[in-house]
T-cell receptor, first 112, second 112 residues
Framework: NAGVTQTPKFQVLKTGQSMTLQCAQD?????MYWYRQDPGMGLRLIYY???????DKGEVPNGYNVSRLNKREFSLRLESAAPSQTSVYFC???????????FGDGTRLSIL | QKEVEQNSGPLSVPEGAIASLNCTYS??????FFWYRQYSGKSPELIMS????GDKEDGRFTAQLNKASQYVSLLIRDSQPSDSATYLC????????????FGPGTRLSVLP
């Protein structure tokens, strides 16, 4: 039982490049989330999907887009990467928005 | 005022002692409260969830919630060096758009 799987685990981009972070969960959870974690800032919500077919902005959505591909998969896209987007990105899922969230191992992204 | 506040630490306790971690939150209508443990370079891992006033115990961990005073705490009894990690408090409430808001975390160091 893999839980929440994120790919890739590490990535280095140049400013202006685009990329998609992938997330898949095998727990049949309805809700999925994307966070970024920066030193001293804690976890900040970028986007979330309360259920399949819906997505909503979180605290820091600028510069990102998401797609809830199906119940299992939720991807995060950086269209034109900026150095300020250097961070660790975590995907999480939960049975419902009020239930505890379970996290993937993270993607460490550096933008030069 | 930040929505969820924690002392950043580090909090140092000797092995075998009780570690006390505190978290305060600003939204009086918050409904759900969670403690996560995060080892360096790893993803957050759920330790405890608490929804009503009082104490909730799980092994060496006890979560305490006081909604009137707007704080939630985590006690770790018989602390072990393996408990050394950053502990994140998460709060969910209507004023947060039904999402989790994470505190910045408290770094705990258990000294052998």
């Amino acid at each position: 039982n893999a839980g929440v799987t994120q790919t890739p685990k590490f990535q280095v981009l140049k400013t202006g490049q685009s990329m998609t972070l992938q997330c898949a969960q095998d727990m049949n959870h309805n809700s999925m989330y994307w966070y970024r974690q920066d030193p001293g800032m804690g976890l900040r919500l970028i986007y979330y999907s309360a259920s399949e077919g819906t997505t909503d902005k979180g605290e820091v959505p600028n510069g990102y887009n998401v797609s809830r591909l199906n119940k299992r998969e939720f991807s995060l896209r950086l269209e034109s990467a900026a150095p300020s987007q250097t961070s660790v990105y975590f995907c999480a899922s939960s049975e419902a928005t009020q239930r505890p969230q379970h996290f993937g191992d993270g993607t460490r992204l550096s933008i030069l | 005022q930040k929505e969820v506040e924690q002392n950043s630490g580090p909090l140092s306790v000797p092995e075998g002692a009780i570690a006390s971690l505190n978290c305060t939150y600003s939204d009086r209508g918050s409904q759900s409260f969670f403690w996560y443990r995060q080892y360096s370079g790893k993803s957050p891992e759920l330790i405890m969830s608490i929804y009503s006033n009082g104490d909730k115990e799980d092994g060496r961990f006890t979560a305490q919630l006081n909604k009137a005073s707007q704080y939630v705490s985590l006690l770790i009894r018989d602390s072990q060096p393996s408990d050394s990690a950053t502990y994140l408090c998460a709060v969910r409430g209507d004023n947060y758009g039904q999402n989790f808001v994470f505190g910045p975390g408290t770094r705990l160091s258990v000294l052998p």
